[in-house]
Nanobody, 115 residues
């Protein structure tokens, strides 16, 4: 089992920044790729960014150049640095850990971009 705890969400003005964190605990040896997803009201969940254990990253086109995913394997934590935030970035952001057999999800953290 893996437990994930996100933090760092909140209310920010357009153009502002936030850094989300996702701390993993439990059977962490089995974690490989970590991903951030988001879901806005009335919309489908979408993949925002992912990072392998070795550090290879990928991003949704909508966040390229604005968001940066990183991980600290010693702390079993993955981060999502979000810059130049837009109102359309408003969503609940969740992290996912992809294990050997199972995937694990966090509870999510709300990000609201509004003036």
């Amino acid at each position: 089992q893996v437990q994930l705890a996100e933090s760092g969400g909140g209310l920010v003005q357009p153009g502002g920044s936030l850094r989300l964190s996702c701390a993993a605990s439990g059977s962490i040896f089995s974690i490989y790729t970590m991903r951030w997803y988001r879901q806005a009201p009335g919309k489908q969940r979408e993949l925002v960014a992912g990072i392998t254990r070795g550090g290879t990253t990928n991003y949704a086109d909508s966040v390229k150049g604005r968001f940066t995913i990183s991980r600290d394997n010693a702390k079993n934590t993955v981060y999502l640095q979000m810059n130049s935030l837009k109102p359309e970035d408003t969503a609940v952001y969740c992290c996912k850990a992809e294990g050997i057999v199972n995937d694990y999800w966090g509870q999510g953290t709300q990000v609201t971009v509004s003036s």
